[in-house]
């Protein structure tokens, strides 16, 4: 009897990693269409309006407050275009993940400081959700639904002779 049950977990729960393992590659292409947009439109937004951009920077302390502002908008602009069709995702995730770091460090710098006394302001600061989405797209890749899935298996298929 013991081991009916047993199987049957068994049966269960490779049942069950089957599914989830299914849904990886919908919820990659998901997150990625979001955060490539809200990315996008950020760093659009910081293009559009550099100046205002540049003085905000040097209320942080930044230095070169207008090159930082211009990098830090390509960055996400460029970055999130490229998150949103799956091109290089792994490669420009670093500068995005690095981009929203520096966020942490000059903007939100209480929040940072606070990550143990107080997880809430830090999960609630606006570059966190924007690190996490990178960051999981750093870790586990773009997905099957993605222009870097479709030119992995073209270089396969070119090294295999088919």
Same mark, same amino acid.
């Given at each position: 009897?013991?081991?009916?049950? !047993?199987?049957?977990?068994?049966?269960?729960?490779?049942?069950?990693?089957?599914?989830?393992?299914?849904?990886?590659?919908?919820?990659?292409? /998901?997150?990625?269409?979001?955060?490539?947009?809200?990315?996008?439109?950020?760093?659009?937004?910081?293009?559009?309006?550099?100046?205002?951009?540049? @003085?905000?920077?040097?209320?942080?302390?930044?230095?070169?407050?207008?090159?930082?502002?211009?990098?830090?908008?390509?960055?996400?602009?460029?970055? @999130?275009?490229?998150?949103?069709? @799956?091109?290089?995702?792994?490669?420009?995730? !670093?500068?995005?993940?690095?981009?929203?770091?520096? /966020?942490?460090?000059? /903007?939100?710098?209480?929040?940072?400081?606070?990550?143990?006394?107080?997880?809430?302001?830090?999960?609630?600061?606006?570059?966190?959700?924007?690190?996490?989405?990178?960051?999981?797209?750093?870790?586990?890749?773009? @997905?099957?639904?993605?222009?870097?899935?479709?030119?992995?298996?073209?270089?396969?298929?070119?090294?295999?002779?088919?």
């Amino acid at each position: 009897m013991s081991t009916t049950l !047993v199987a049957r977990a068994q049966r269960f729960h490779s049942l069950f990693v089957s599914v989830a393992e299914k849904l990886q590659s919908p919820f990659l292409l /998901a997150a990625r269409l979001f955060w490539g947009w809200q990315f996008f439109n950020t760093g659009k937004g910081k293009l559009g309006d550099l100046e205002k951009v540049a @003085g905000y920077f040097t209320t942080l302390g930044l230095p070169f407050p207008k090159l930082n502002a211009a990098m830090a908008g390509t960055t996400e602009c460029v970055g @999130g275009l490229l998150l949103l069709v @799956g091109l290089g995702s792994r490669l420009v995730s !670093v500068p995005l993940m690095f981009t929203m770091i520096v /966020a942490y460090l000059t /903007a939100e710098r209480e929040a940072l400081n606070g990550i143990f006394q107080d997880p809430d302001a830090f999960t609630s600061a606006a570059p966190f959700l924007f690190f996490l989405a990178a960051l999981i797209v750093f870790v586990f890749g773009p @997905g099957v639904f993605s222009l870097d899935w479709l030119i992995a298996r073209w270089l396969r298929r070119g090294t295999d002779g088919r």
